[in-house]
């Protein structure tokens, strides 16, 4: 006796064509999840180097904060020590002279 063929039994076994266009298929889906992985990946570092440099930058606002608060606690200190040398006055009270002027006017 001959063996049953599968046509005879409703069911048909894949062709080497349609095996081929589905590994086709497959391949395709897997190279197109490698490069969203890729491009995920990619974000990923740029952001992470985003944060670090956030993190940097609040951490030196953060020491420059340190010392702006330490700076006014000494000012206060000094204020409440009472007036020192120089006419009576503390801290830089009564100083008008910005930045960079010597205290000959230039």
């Known amino acids: 006796m001959w063996p049953r063929s599968p046509r005879i039994t409703g069911r048909s076994r894949p062709t080497r064509l349609t095996l081929a266009?589905?590994?086709?298929?497959?391949k395709?889906?897997?190279?197109?999840?490698e490069a969203a992985k890729v491009n995920v990946q990619a974000q990923l570092a740029?952001?992470?180097k985003a944060l670090a440099?956030?993190?940097?930058?609040?951490?030196q606002l953060e020491k420059e904060e340190a010392a702006r608060?330490?700076?006014?606690a000494a000012?206060?200190?000094a204020g409440r020590r009472g007036p020192?040398?120089?006419?009576?006055?503390s801290g830089r009270q009564g100083s008008s002279r910005s930045k960079g002027q010597s205290r000959s006017g230039g």
Do not use: M, W
Request: aromatic share 0%; hydrophobic share 35%; charged share 35%.
């Open 84 to 89: 020192q040398k120089g006419g009576g006055r």
């Open 69 to 72: 608060q330490a700076r006014l």
């Open 53 to 59: 440099g956030k993190e940097a930058q609040i951490a």
């Open 75 to 77: 000012e206060a200190e």
């Open 28 to 33: 395709a889906l897997v190279a197109e999840a």
């Open 21 to 26: 266009r589905q590994l086709k298929e497959e």
């Open 46 to 48: 740029a952001n992470e």
